[in-house]
């Protein structure tokens, strides 16, 4: 079943793929309910696209367009997949550290101006990687498809990866400078030329949903000052949820402007109306793999002999150049557009339940598989945060790797490339860091010896 295949079902069953869709993200609105800390938390996009996308497995069953047996393969995965993610307790929720006296001061291992070094590192690393990135390919949102821009095995690749990395970064540092630290007028003002310069490059990114990127980093932002520092920081949460606030408005603006664009590009009307058409298609599409794939046994055409481990690690495989370009797999959700409509450069996300239903036969290993997903990311994202000491830089760290769990719902491979991506380079921006700060110091102490 393509595209057109579903839409055309969908059309003769509308009413049943709404209620479907609406009924199972209020389902796990309800399930993620204790992790779910505000609607600026990036879990609430998470179980909001976890119910769209599951929905799709029920609706087709409901239609009996599918097999029972991957319809019983896809509820004990999703089952086990809870289960593991169910395994660490939730973050505390702002009400209790608001709560708090701050008991202990912060572990302030690394002082305002080693902040102040990685900030400059990283935000000109973030506009030279940029700017380069911008040279050689263009305007990512008027590409046929974003996610060719570091592709192709060249080595370009690694100004990506270090854009990802740096850019984050980056950014949570920015906010940190605007609302919690004090900068002095040329601060200031390199702070807002970097901020423009963000926004800028989020819009012509061609990502719909980027600005509530920096929404996200504002609310890991609160989290950690608000472990640091407790009560004490009340104003300014208040300032950054009322930015946050302007930022959802401003992501809904950006999303019909990125459609807008892209039917232009590729010659389509852009009215509101044809906008409304492309987003709707998009929301009944966050379940694309599985109706793409489980309908008429598609998935078992799909099957690869190069195995799971191959394809969850080969961007780091490929970068090392330990296996040739050539001889890594294809993208499972690239696989997925080439079987349908030949060389397409894009494809769905291979969800963790579809990836379990396409490499592993029994369901012992697929339960074993989600239960280790669910596991690893409720990890990074409760457990890790209580781990962090009370620091900004760990609260850095953080954020690199709990923003990125986003992917992890939606594509394994992806959050695997983000998580070894912050391994790297975080390591590099330190360094630099380290040695910076260490050079400046020096510097002073033999000035005034």
């Known amino acids: 079943m393509n595209y057109v295949d579903f839409f055309l079902l969908a059309a003769d069953n509308l009413y049943s793929l709404i209620l479907f869709s609406i009924g199972f993200s209020i ?8 992790y779910i800390l505000s609607v600026f938390d990036p879990m609430f ?10 929905a799709i497995v029920f609706y087709l069953f409901y239609l009996n367009a ?4 991957y319809f019983y393969s896809f509820v004990i995965t999703e089952l086990a997949f809870l289960t593991g993610f169910f395994v660490f307790k939730p973050i505390k929720r702002f009400k209790y550290f608001l709560n708090q006296e701050v008991s202990s001061k912060p572990n302030d291992i690394f002082e305002e101006n080693f902040l102040t070094i990685m900030f400059y590192w990283a935000s000109l690393i973030h506009v030279f990687s940029q700017v380069i990135t911008y040279i050689v390919v263009g305007l990512p949102i008027l590409l046929e498809s974003r996610l060719t821009t570091y592709a192709g095995g060249s080595g370009f690749g690694i100004i990506g990866r270090l854009l990802d990395v740096a850019s984050g970064i980056g950014i949570f540092l920015l906010f940190y400078r605007i609302f919690y630290s004090f900068n002095n007028s040329l601060g200031k003002i390199y702070n807002y030329l970097y901020l423009i310069f963000v926004v800028f490059a989020l819009v012509v990114s061609g990502n719909k949903t980027n600005l509530l990127f920096l929404i996200y980093y504002l609310f890991i932002l609160n989290l950690f000052m608000l472990k640091i520092k407790g009560k004490n920081i009340f104003t300014q949460i208040s300032k950054i949820q009322r930015v946050q606030k302007i930022l959802l408005f401003a992501s809904i603006a950006l999303i019909f402007l990125v459609i807008a664009v892209q039917l232009t590009t590729i010659g389509s009307d852009s009215d509101f109306s044809s906008s409304l058409l492309v987003l709707g298609k998009r929301i009944v599409s966050f379940g694309d793999i599985y109706y793409l794939t489980l309908p008429n046994d598609v998935i078992k055409q799909l099957k690869d002999n190069q195995g799971p481990f191959l394809q969850l690690f080969k961007d780091q495989l490929g970068m090392f150049r330990i296996i040739p370009y050539n001889d890594l797999p ?6 997925v557009s080439y079987y349908h409509y030949g060389d397409v450069p894009s494809g769905p996300n291979p969800r963790y339940n579809y990836f379990a239903l396409l490499y592993f036969d029994s369901y012992v290993a697929q339960i074993a598989y989600c239960f280790s997903i669910g596991f ?6 409760n457990k890790l945060f209580h781990l962090m000491p009370k620091n900004i830089i760990f609260g850095v760290v953080y954020a690199l790797f709990g923003i990125n769990i986003i992917y992890g719902f939606q594509d394994m491979p992806t959050m695997v490339l983000k998580c070894t991506s912050v391994i790297y380079f975080f390591s590099l921006i330190f360094g630099l860091t380290y040695i910076t700060a260490l050079f400046l110091k020096t ?5 005034y010896q």
């Open 27 to 34: 389902l796990y609105l309800l399930i993620y309910k204790k």
């Open 45 to 54: 996009l998470i179980a909001v696209a976890s119910g769209l996308a599951n």
């Open 66 to 69: 599918i097999k029972s047996h």
């Open 330 to 335: 294809v993208d499972n959700g690239f696989a």
């Open 376 to 381: 690893f990311l409720s990890f990074l994202r």
């Open 443 to 447: 510097n002073w102490i033999n000035k």
